[in-house]
């Protein structure tokens, strides 16, 4: 075969591929759907920037892009040689602040000493004030001498209560230090797949700097965006199946996790029903976490497909939506979980609501 033979061939086989992919969406619309909303989207995944607390230079980076880690993975190591100096002086300062107090509790220890002695000398000079044996100046000296006395305790009663605030507000900075120094070794966060590698090792990175993106693989969704008359009669946690355009006999059981409050324009990418409709909502169908636990390693992001809503609990799906008992019932209880605070709008809300002006309707 030469080669302007084979890049027919190959074109014929894309070709098929696709027609095959666009058939089975006819052939499930053509079924009955009635009580089932449908729309277009892709496979996405939450993106989680790992980043650093602190301006520092990178040492290692043991990772790669397209690298599954597990949660706790070491993914950059940071040389933070500045912060463990300032560690030792912080703690330095810490010992000084408790000699400090020591000090003062000793100075508390003598001013009242002081007093007593004062508060005896006073008694002793007012009984002989009283017999007429001393005058009445040495009875208000020895008066003033006590006062004195009494003022300077609780001069010293604050300076310790001063020096142990300082020991407080110096062993907050030695936690704060060592906190930071926990991101010597910045680790995953989540398990995932390693999706962009920001830095190399030598770089500098300031304070709030990413050196990965990492995919949460365990939190993959489709968002799609239906009607207004749909979006009424649908509700949190409802059943949901995916298609994939490339693996068009594969239903995958999933579940709505999301409804937004908000209306808007139609993106662009998104195909209607009715050519564009002006007013949509994005709904997010997630893929239950069990399942996508199986397969961590085979989920890939980007995948375009078609997502199938079910608006009537009582509706049976259609042959070529069902799935396992067993698959249903992972969704079932993911679907659960769902939070009963968030809604979808009610018909009486329709009338206040306005498209959002962060999609530009498309002319």
Same mark, same amino acid.
């Given at each position: 075969? $030469?080669?302007?033979?084979?890049?027919?061939?190959?074109?014929?086989?894309?070709?098929?591929?696709? %027609?095959?992919?666009?058939?089975?969406?006819?052939?499930?619309?053509?079924?009955?759907?009635?009580?089932?909303?449908?729309?277009?989207g892709r496979i996405e995944a939450q993106s989680i920037d790992v980043a650093t607390r602190y301006a520092a230079r990178v040492s290692t980076m043991p990772v790669e892009e397209g690298q599954m880690v597990a949660?706790?993975?070491?993914?950059?190591? %940071?040389?933070?040689?500045?912060? !463990?100096?300032?560690? $030792?002086?912080?703690?330095?300062?810490?010992?000084?602040?408790?000699?400090?107090?020591?000090?003062?509790?000793?100075?508390?220890?003598?001013?009242?000493?002081?007093?007593?002695?004062?508060?005896?000398?006073?008694?002793?000079?007012?009984?002989?004030?009283?017999?007429?044996?001393?005058?009445?100046?040495?009875?208000?000296?020895?008066?003033?001498?006590?006062?004195?006395?009494?003022?300077?305790?609780? !001069?010293?009663?604050?300076?310790?209560?001063?020096?142990?605030?300082?020991?407080?507000?110096?062993?907050?900075?030695?936690?704060?230090?060592?906190?930071?120094?926990?991101?010597? $070794?910045?680790?995953?966060?989540?398990?995932?797949?390693?999706?962009?590698?920001?830095?190399?090792?030598?770089?500098?990175?300031?304070?709030?700097?990413?050196?990965?993106? %990492?995919?949460? %693989?365990?939190?993959?969704?489709?968002?799609?965006?239906?009607?207004?008359?749909?979006?009424?009669?649908?509700?949190?946690?409802?059943?949901?199946?995916?298609?994939?355009?490339?693996?068009?006999?594969?239903?995958?059981?999933?579940?709505?996790?999301?409804?937004?409050?908000?209306?808007?324009?139609?993106?662009?990418?998104?195909?209607?029903?009715?050519?564009?409709?002006?007013?949509?909502?994005?709904?997010?169908?997630?893929?239950?976490?069990?399942?996508?636990?199986?397969?961590?390693?085979?989920?890939?992001?980007?995948?375009?497909?078609?997502?199938?809503?079910?608006?009537d609990d009582g509706r049976e799906w259609p042959a070529q939506l069902m799935v396992s008992p067993e698959l249903a019932k992972i969704a079932a209880e993911q679907a659960a979980e769902q939070p009963a605070s968030?809604?979808?709008?009610?018909?009486?809300?329709?009338?206040?609501?306005?498209?959002? !002006?962060?999609?530009?309707?498309?002319?």
């Open positions: 075969m $030469n080669l302007i033979s084979r890049k027919y061939a190959l074109l014929s086989i894309a070709v098929a591929g696709v %027609l095959a992919a666009g058939g089975y969406f006819l052939f499930v619309r053509k079924d009955s759907l009635e009580g089932i909303a449908y729309g277009n949660a706790g993975d070491v993914v950059a190591e %940071l040389d933070l040689g500045d912060l !463990s100096a300032s560690l $030792n002086g912080a703690e330095a300062n810490v010992r000084a602040r408790e000699q400090q107090r020591a000090a003062a509790e000793s100075a508390v220890k003598q001013a009242q000493s002081a007093l007593s002695l004062a508060e005896k000398e006073f008694a002793r000079v007012d009984a002989l004030a009283k017999d007429k044996a001393v005058s009445q100046s040495r009875r208000d000296q020895a008066l003033n001498e006590r006062q004195s006395a009494a003022a300077n305790v609780d !001069s010293a009663k604050q300076n310790l209560a001063g020096a142990s605030e300082a020991i407080g507000v110096a062993q907050a900075e030695v936690d704060r230090l060592k906190d930071l120094l926990t991101d010597r $070794n910045l680790r995953a966060p989540k398990e995932g797949r390693i999706l962009y590698k920001l830095a190399e090792p030598g770089e500098v990175i300031p304070a709030g700097g990413k050196v990965v993106t %990492l995919l949460d %693989l365990k939190n993959v969704y489709m968002s799609i965006f239906l009607p207004a008359n749909e979006i009424t009669r649908m509700r949190l946690g409802a059943e949901a199946r995916i298609v994939l355009d490339a693996l068009p006999g594969a239903v995958i059981p999933a579940y709505v996790s999301y409804i937004s409050p908000e209306a808007q324009f139609t993106p662009r990418q998104v195909e209607t029903r009715s050519e564009r409709e002006k007013l949509t909502f994005r709904v997010k169908v997630r893929i239950p976490a069990p399942l996508l636990g199986k397969y961590i390693d085979a989920v890939k992001t980007g995948v375009p497909g078609m997502a199938y809503v079910k608006l968030e809604a979808a709008p009610q018909t009486n809300d329709l009338e206040t609501l306005q498209p959002s !002006s962060s999609e530009p309707e498309s002319r």
